[in-house]
């Protein structure tokens, strides 16, 4: 069965400081990846994508994300946090077949402090 | 003007009454889905559309139905609203050969 674990449920960083946070997927097919951030009030923004090639893979807002086939993880990392990246992060999988439904983690808050 | 466009923002009704939520999109793709959002279980799938004439139940369909009205609009239907249907809906949308979803805004439903 697919399922997305995103093992942080709040995380509080200094502005500044480094980020990674933490998404683990078991899917039977080979799988896209995602990650959205929602701001407050807001739908749901696509950060980055993995479908293919290179394993690290660039997003906006600076962000990045390593997709590691071995440990069925797609952390997303950034090496200085903004006060405005305070928000909730999902991770997100999906097939490259078939329905392509994606399933979403259980999001991830990120609060930044000054 | 947003791609994706979902109607009403906030909506606030009592047990028993009918709901429709409306989306509409000019991103011109073919798929589109309603998810809910509840705090600390993320998304999960209501329905989804592949087209027009071909709907499909997700992994909560229970209590809510669906129309495809044109490739365009996608609504959303609460035939009898309960309390514990109190919760933030999004439509999305996806072009057939890509994976990304492309949300709305969200509409805020509560149920008293």
């Known amino acids: 069965a697919q399922s997305v674990t995103q093992p942080d449920i709040h995380i509080t960083v200094s502005e500044g400081a480094s980020l990674e946070l933490r998404c683990n997927y078991s899917y039977g097919a080979t799988p896209y990846l995602f990650w959205y951030v929602q701001s407050p009030g807001q739908g749901l923004q696509l950060l980055l994508k993995?479908?293919?090639?290179?394993?690290l893979v660039q997003g906006i807002k600076g962000f990045e994300a390593e997709f590691k086939r071995s440990q069925s993880s797609f952390n997303l990392r950034k090496p200085s946090v903004h006060w405005s990246d305070a928000a909730e992060y999902f991770c997100?999988?999906?097939?490259?077949?078939?329905?392509?439904?994606?399933?979403f983690g259980t999001g991830t808050r990120l609060t930044v402090i000054p | 003007d947003a791609d994706v466009t979902q109607t009403p923002r906030n909506r606030i009704t009592k047990t028993g009454k009918r709901i429709m939520l409306e989306c509409s999109q000019t991103?011109?793709?073919?798929?589109m889905y309603w998810y809910r959002q509840d705090p600390g279980l993320g998304l999960r799938l209501i329905y989804y559309?592949?087209?027009?004439?071909?709907?499909n139940k997700g992994e909560i369909s229970d209590g809510y139905s669906v129309s495809r009205q044109a490739q365009a609009k996608f609504s959303l239907s609460l035939e009898s609203a309960i309390p514990n249907q109190t919760a933030l809906y999004f439509c999305a949308t996806k072009r057939r050969a890509a994976g990304e979803l492309f949300f709305g805004e969200g509409s805020r439903l509560t149920v008293l």
């Open positions: 993995y479908f293919s090639g290179d394993t």
């Open positions: 997100a999988v999906g097939a490259k077949d078939g329905a392509n439904n994606l399933f």
């Open positions: 559309s592949f087209d027009v004439k071909d709907i």
């Open positions: 991103k011109g793709h073919d798929r």
